[in-house]
């Protein structure tokens, strides 16, 4: 059964500190892997998109990491702002030809940013 | 046409009522999905269609759940006779198959509470 697995479930950093988050991921035949942000009451919005053959993404002061050989990745966000305050999902997609069921989503991380 | 948009952003309802609620995808995207998402939870695959076809239904997705999808663009999301554990933030996403990416973008939410 496909899985995404993320850690932690949830974090309390001080603003303008890194922070790293995990994702793992049994999904397979890989396509690629997102992280998309979620604030609070809103749809998800996509970060990073990273294919098989790509090591890291950056996106501002997100850098997103992929190691395909032991199906992990990891979200590092440096310098925190008040504004990341949101929860992180990890979403895999496997090659299905095509359909929906072929996204596979953790349960995010939820990321506090304290002042 | 800025993004996916959903209406209404909020619903209280009694139990044992109807809803309706309303997608309207990026104008150009040819697919439109359905998620559930609950609290502390990843999105939940619901439904999807290609153009007006329906192509896939969650075993989440019972019999009190019908979505439709008539012209092609925009989608409806209807519950019969709601439970409360139907309480849940409801998703809508698009995106154009054969793009290279498949991205999902997702529009803001549907919260449904239902008393």
């Known amino acids: 059964k496909n899985q995404v697995e993320q850690s932690p479930q949830s974090l309390i950093i001080l603003e303008g500190k890194n922070c790293t988050l995990q994702?793992?991921?049994?999904?397979?035949?890989?396509?690629?892997l997102r992280w998309y942000k979620q604030d609070t009451g809103r749809g998800p919005v996509s970060l990073t998109i990273?294919?098989?053959?790509?090591n890291t993404k950056s996106n501002g002061r997100y850098t997103a990491t992929l190691d395909a050989d032991t199906k992990q990745s990891s979200l590092h966000i440096t310098a925190s702002q008040l504004s990341d305050s949101a929860s992180y999902i990890c979403?895999?997609?496997?090659?299905?030809?095509?359909?929906?069921?072929?996204?596979?989503f953790g349960k995010g991380t939820h990321l506090i940013i304290q002042p | 046409d800025t993004g996916v948009s959903q209406d209404p952003r909020h619903k209280i309802t009694k139990r044992g009522q109807n809803v309706t609620f309303r997608c309207d995808p990026i104008?150009?995207?040819?697919?439109l999905y359905w998620y559930r998402q609950t609290l502390g939870q990843g999105p939940e695959f619901l439904t999807y269609?290609?153009?007006?076809?329906?192509?896939?239904k969650s075993r989440l997705l019972s019999d009190r759940f019908s979505a439709e999808r008539p012209k092609g663009s925009f989608s409806t999301l209807e519950i019969q006779r709601t439970e409360q554990g139907d309480s849940a933030m409801y998703l809508c996403?698009?995106?154009?198959?054969?793009?290279?990416?498949?991205?999902?973008?997702f529009g803001p939410g549907t919260r449904l509470t239902v008393l």
């Open positions: 104008s150009e995207h040819n697919r």
């Open positions: 269609f290609q153009n007006e076809a329906q192509l896939e």
């Open positions: 990273m294919t098989f053959s790509e």
């Open positions: 979403v895999v997609s496997a090659f299905s030809g095509g359909g929906a069921d072929g996204l596979t």
């Open positions: 994702c793992n991921y049994t999904v397979s035949p890989f396509s690629n």
């Open positions: 996403a698009s995106s154009l198959s054969g793009s290279g990416s498949d991205e999902q973008f």
